[in-house]
């Protein structure tokens, strides 16, 4: 199983980038997929979740900016970022937790993607 992240880039303040995170390879499910970020010296920090359902979760720091959302059809994650600040540049990371079989699953995390608010 993969996670390929994509979307990040170069972007002024006050602009918008929409992230996206396709799983590939063997999948029997998927549970909760979300996005996280790291920004240089800092601790890698989630800033949403999404359940299969639906149900979506945020970090007060990107509440009302930031929208997850996700295709199951196309197993991808999506993360519309608008409004953005400096303070978001990061690196910024997508996982999933995945059933590889019927009985098995851990959780899977893209490669990142670089993400820069320029002032």
């Known amino acids: 199983v993969q996670l390929q992240a994509s979307g990040g880039g170069l972007v002024q303040a006050g602009g918008s980038l929409r992230l996206s995170c396709a799983a590939s390879?063997?999948?029997?499910?998927?549970?909760?997929m979300g996005w996280y970020r790291q920004a240089p010296g800092k601790e890698r920090a989630l800033l949403a979740l999404i359940s299969s359902g639906g149900s979506t979760n945020y970090a007060d720091s990107v509440k009302g900016r930031f929208t997850i959302s996700r295709d199951n059809a196309k197993n991808t994650v999506y993360l519309q970022m608008n409004s953005l600040k400096p303070e978001d540049t990061a690196v910024y990371y997508c996982n999933a937790d995945i059933y590889y079989s019927r009985y098995f699953r851990r959780t899977f995390w893209g490669q990142g993607t670089q993400v820069t608010v320029s002032s």
């Open positions: 390879g063997s999948i029997f499910s998927i549970n909760d």
